[in-house]
């Protein structure tokens, strides 16, 4: 009986013991300041930052897609409505025409203007500015009847070789001009030639294609001419210089050209121009 009531003391002993200790923990507890720190709030721009890479990384990598679609295209699509197509330039070519021969200075004094037809075959490395070619020319003067009345109509033919020299204008243009520059030389044979005389009061000849035995009524010389026996040559050089132009119309390649020629004769020169206008081919 005596060890039941110690034990059950015993355990009372211990039980206040320990709500006491409990007590005076949890007053010493609550006697403690306790520090309080108000957190600072995330600022946006950190979170907007990260919010704004992940809705940016997706959002552009679908813009990229679309940008292809709706903006790269049309701009291709106008470069190619608006860029016309270049226009070609020969290489090789073929040309025909025909026109007016005009004799100059004193030639003029027995010989009048007449027509010409020309022929052409020429080159040009592709695309490129300096090229050649071969022209074959006729052309059908006319006398005058002032200066020899009984006198057959002169005419001489010509062949010519020719450097070229092109600068195309706008490729671009359905036109595609074209202007150059030409300067060579070539042989001539006439038929019929009336002499003239010249500047310095020489008579001047063809050798034995000329018209001789008249009377030459151009003041203030009043000459009779009379066959030439020293020197009958029939073939006669020139050098000639000029400047034309291409372009392109109804679909066909049209030129147009003059140029001045120079024929060394017996005794002088003679002086003419040729205009020429025709169709090249190529």
Known sequence: ????IFALGAIGLAAAITIGSAEASAQAKSQTRIPVR????????KVDTI??????????RGRTDTVVRTVTLPVVHDTVMQMLPIQRLPGW??????????????WRNTTKDG??????????????????????LGNFLN?????CFACDDPK???????????????????LNPVVYLLGGGGIDHFSDFIPFVNSDGKIVTAGSNT??????????????????????????????FGAGLDFTAFKLHWYVESKYTTISLHNGNAHYWPIIAGLKFY
């Open 1 to 4: 009986m005596k060890t039941r």
């Open 38 to 45: 108000k957190e600072e709030p995330k600022e946006p721009p």
């Open 51 to 60: 919010r704004i890479r992940v809705v940016d990384t997706v959002t552009i």
């Open 93 to 106: 070519y073929g040309a025909i025409g025909g026109g007016v021969a005009v004799p100059m200075n004193t």
């Open 115 to 136: 027509g010409s037809i020309q022929g052409q075959v020429g080159w040009f490395p592709k695309n490129g500015a300096l090229g050649a070619r071969l022209e074959g």
């Open 143 to 147: 006398h005058r009847s002032s200066g």
């Open 156 to 174: 001489f033919f010509e062949l010519n070789l020719d450097a070229v020299l092109r600068f195309p204008l706008d490729r671009t243009s359905w």
């Open 211 to 240: 018209f001789f035995g008249i009377q030459s009524t151009v003041p203030p010389f009043n000459v009779v001419l009379v066959r030439q026996t020293d020197d009958n040559s029939d073939w006669f050089w020139n050098y000639n």
